[in-house]
């Protein structure tokens, strides 16, 4: 059965136009993160919700937004995508923060 | 900066050897993860050993760690070719860091049938 659902799996979109990607769980986990990660590197964290209190990596690019309605979902805003910002996304949750994660997936953002 | 650092980069055996992989981290950590990634999908978990543990086991897999030295391995015994994936440690930055993980860069291995 799939714990963490993210759609869609391949998502293609013009250079400034935004998209909205999306993550889903079965878990019930308090935690939620969002990763980037281009090829061949390791997966970089965004920002991550503890329940509702947001938390943004100081590096995450201001062109990037979450939000996280509920328990059960979570949304990668890019505001306007540039062509660096092709890349794998991938969401994962965990019950607290120092457990480990359940992966989704992924999706694979192309920018032309 | 960079929490883990993984070694070697990418590892190519033949199936029934055994596969070790090593990670170094900088600061204090709470525990150490290891997760397994194939080409094109998410991450998976694998084994999560807390600092005060030394070694743990889970069916081939063998993790070892050693906070004097800031380092773990991961031993992979009697390779199959479907252990073919990339493995990233990861370290949870201790409590200052508000538990989020830090990847290190990760090892690819193929194993050759």
């Known amino acids: 059965d799939a714990m963490v659902i993210q759609n869609p799996r391949y998502q293609v979109t013009q250079f400034g136009k935004p998209v909205t990607l999306s993550c889903s769980q079965t878990l019930n986990h308090n935690v939620m993160y969002w990763y980037q990660q281009k090829s061949s590197q390791a997966p970089k964290l965004l920002f991550h919700y503890y329940d509702k209190d947001f938390n943004n990596e100081a590096d995450t690019p201001d062109n990037f937004q979450s939000r996280r309605p509920n328990t059960s979902f979570c949304f990668l805003d890019i505001r306007s995508p540039g062509l660096g910002d092709a890349a794998m996304y991938l969401c994962?949750?965990?019950?607290?923060?120092?457990?480990?994660?359940?992966f989704g997936p992924g999706t694979r953002l192309t920018v032309l | 900066s960079q929490q883990g650092e993984e070694d070697p980069q990418a590892l190519s055996i033949q199936e029934g050897e055994n596969a070790t992989m090593n990670c170094s981290y900088k600061?204090?950590?709470?525990?150490l993860q290891w997760y397994r990634q194939n080409s094109g999908r998410g991450l998976v978990h694998l084994i999560l050993?807390?600092?005060?543990?030394r070694e743990k086991h889970s069916g081939r897999l063998r993790v070892t760690l050693d906070t004097s030295k800031k380092s773990s391995s991961l031993l992979i015994t009697a390779s199959r070719a479907a252990d073919t994936a990339s493995y990233f440690c990861?370290?949870?930055?201790?409590?200052?860091?508000?538990?989020?993980?830090?990847f290190g860069q990760g090892t690819e291995l193929s194993v050759k049938p």
């Open positions: 990861a370290t949870d930055g201790g409590y200052n860091q508000g538990g989020k993980l830090i």
């Open positions: 600061t204090s950590i709470n525990n």
């Open positions: 050993i807390r600092s005060n543990e």
């Open positions: 994962a949750t965990s019950r607290d923060r120092r457990e480990f994660q359940f």
